[in-house]
């Protein structure tokens, strides 16, 4: 472990948690996976705080055995009462940490050649939600996840959602949707049936908000409008298990951009 932190130091890193979390620039992570899988992906982790360093060396010993030495380094002791400070929520686990965010500008996500698609979500409200879309993006290696709306993506509740793998691919906010030579496909349960073998390469695939769906002036730019099939009587899917059957689909049907 680097130090055990007491009196000043203790409040000192309190205080550089509740800074982070007010920051643009950081990100707390909460528990065990998602600072697992910043350090996988190549965070920037400034520090770990643990309750029990001996709890904290069987969990990662369990979970990433690979991350043992960098993690202990990083690794700084608080007494339970000042751990319970670090935030609104603190993981049960008794591990929070502080990473660097990865700056990404949407435009060049947009222009950028990969043919893998990207996911746009219109308006996102629940961070679970959003990562939840992070963590299935993350996993068939979509180029990226845009959102719109006022709901900042890397939100440490979001980044808890993904399991820390916002890391792992870009994942932006954006005021409105650019002008681009993307075809636009536009996910809404009154769509066609979607035929995964259709879906060209560098797609933008656009999934609405958890109550009302996609804005009028999207489903008006969209090249396509497509559906999951659904028992008749089902009005709609979740967000996230939507943009999960639509990735999946697309890797099932072996589409060769598709991650
Ligand atoms: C909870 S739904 C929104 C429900 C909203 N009342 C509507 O009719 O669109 C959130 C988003 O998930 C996607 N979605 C849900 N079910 C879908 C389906 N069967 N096919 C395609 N997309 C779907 C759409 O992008 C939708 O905007």
């Known amino acids: 472990m680097a130090s055990d932190a007491l009196g000043r130091d203790t409040a000192s890193l309190v205080k550089r948690f509740h800074a982070a979390r007010g920051s643009d620039e950081l990100v707390v992570l909460q528990g065990v996976h998602a600072l697992k899988h910043a350090l996988r992906f190549g965070a920037s982790v400034e520090v770990v705080a643990c309750e029990d360093p001996s709890e904290l060396t069987q969990l990662v010993q369990a979970l990433a055995p690979d991350l043992i030495e960098r993690i202990e380094a990083l690794a700084v002791v608080l007494p339970a009462e000042a751990f319970k400070r670090l935030g609104p929520y603190v ?63 890397w939100d440490p509740v979001a980044v808890r959602g993904s399991a820390g793998l916002h890391f792992a691919l870009p994942v932006a906010r ?77 890797r099932f049907a072996r589409v060769a951009h598709a991650g």
């Open 91 to 153: 993981p049960h686990t008794g591990v929070v940490s502080i990473a660097r965010r990865v700056a990404t500008d949407p435009l060049a996500l947009i222009a950028c050649a990969s043919r893998a698609p990207i996911v746009l979500l219109e308006d996102p409200r629940h961070f679970g939600n959003l990562g939840a879309v992070v963590r299935v993006a993350a996993a068939v290696e979509a180029a990226g996840v845009l959102t719109t709306g006022r709901q900042d993506p």
């Open 174 to 250: 954006v005021e409105s949707l650019p002008d681009t030579d993307r075809p636009l496909l536009a996910f809404d349960p009154e769509g066609e049936e979607l035929r995964p073998e259709h879906v060209p390469p560098r797609a933008l695939l656009a999934f609405g908000t958890e109550r009302d769906g996609l804005s009028d002036g999207l489903l008006e730019r969209a090249d396509a409008r497509l559906r999951l099939p659904m028992r008749e009587g089902v009005s709609s899917l979740n967000l996230a298990t939507s943009v999960a059957a639509v990735l999946y689909s697309l």
